[in-house]
């Protein structure tokens, strides 16, 4: 009896354990989504504490510097601009919160449709194999060593009205091959499984097999793949506008990079203009990372050390 006491407790305090023990409460995963929801939260949420319209040209007085860092060579900081102005006349967290989520906006369209042309012609390479796979694999293979960026500015620097889906569609044209190739590899994987084989032999169709069967155990992988074609996007768009080749039009964390450079601001002592907005990035692109990782652990037991019997 005194066993069979003791033993109930443990057992109770083992499943109060096993409820925590869910592999989608990886810390990673929950740390950078987080970090990624805050920025999206502070784009929904940030207009209603805040006058977006002091991102215009002009709105607000010049070169404030953020009011708890005052500086000589500048005029003295205001409470109505805590993250202190540029020398276009900007308020630095009006353009903050305009732009962060502009950025992010950019980086999921671009990844959104290479994802799309990514599993399409994956699944479709992968399966199909033959001739079929020959051709996807080789054109893939063919865009993956071609320098993107120089062939992005290019076509940007031909593109005149430039607004935020039109760069995006346009990253999203050398965003398809990575996961292309990724998703091929999968499911060259997948289909010697047996699930697989009783599909074909029940006599369900290719695409049946393909979307119904195959993609649903393969959402961790391109849940993890899509994060990091964000991150991939963001960068390159990032890399287009500091180069001001952006829109030009619309606040961006990118262009405001551009125009700090442009107006030398960082021999001048200007950090907050530049420095808020690598800030923000450095924070998404920490926050996409972790989702990655986090979700690769999640798909793969033996990378968050779960022995495997």
Do not use: C
């Amino acid at each position: 009896m005194t066993t069979l006491a003791t033993a109930r407790p443990t057992a109770q305090k083992a499943i109060r354990i096993n409820r925590w023990d869910s592999p989608w409460l990886n810390p990673k995963f929950i740390t950078g989504s987080v970090m990624v929801l805050s920025v999206v939260l502070m784009g929904l949420l940030g207009p209603l504490f805040w006058d977006v319209k002091l991102a215009r040209v002009g709105s607000s007085p010049l070169n404030l510097p953020p009011i708890w860092a005052p500086n000589p060579n500048f005029p003295p900081p205001s409470p109505e601009h805590p993250l202190g102005t540029e020398s276009n006349g900007r308020d630095m967290l009006a353009v903050i919160i305009t732009g962060a989520p502009r950025s992010l906006q950019v980086g999921l369209i671009a990844a959104g449709v290479g994802m799309l042309v990514g599993i399409l012609l994956g699944f479709t390479a992968g399966f199909m194999g033959g001739w079929v796979d020959s051709v996807i694999r080789t054109v893939a293979d063919s865009v993956i060593t071609i320098p993107s960026l120089a062939i992005l500015i290019v076509i940007s620097a031909y593109v005149r009205q430039l607004d935020i889906s039109s760069m995006a569609l346009i990253l999203g044209l050398f965003a398809w091959a990575g996961p292309t190739r990724l998703i091929r590899a999968q499911v060259l994987t997948l289909r010697e499984r047996g699930y697989v084989r009783m599909a074909r032999l029940s006599g369900l169709s290719t695409f049946d097999i393909m979307f119904k069967e195959m993609l649903p155990n393969m959402l961790p992988y391109l849940a993890s793949s899509f994060a990091g074609n964000v991150s991939g996007a963001i960068l390159a768009a990032t890399s287009l506008e500091a180069l001001g080749l952006g829109p030009t039009r619309i606040p961006t964390l990118g262009m405001t990079i551009f125009y700090a450079i442009r107006a030398a601001a960082i021999i001048r002592g200007m950090w907050w203009w530049w420095g808020f907005p690598i800030l923000v990035l450095i924070i998404i692109f920490s926050g996409l990372f972790l989702i990655a990782t986090g979700l690769d652990e999640i798909a793969n037991p033996r990378l968050r050390g779960v022995k495997t019997t």
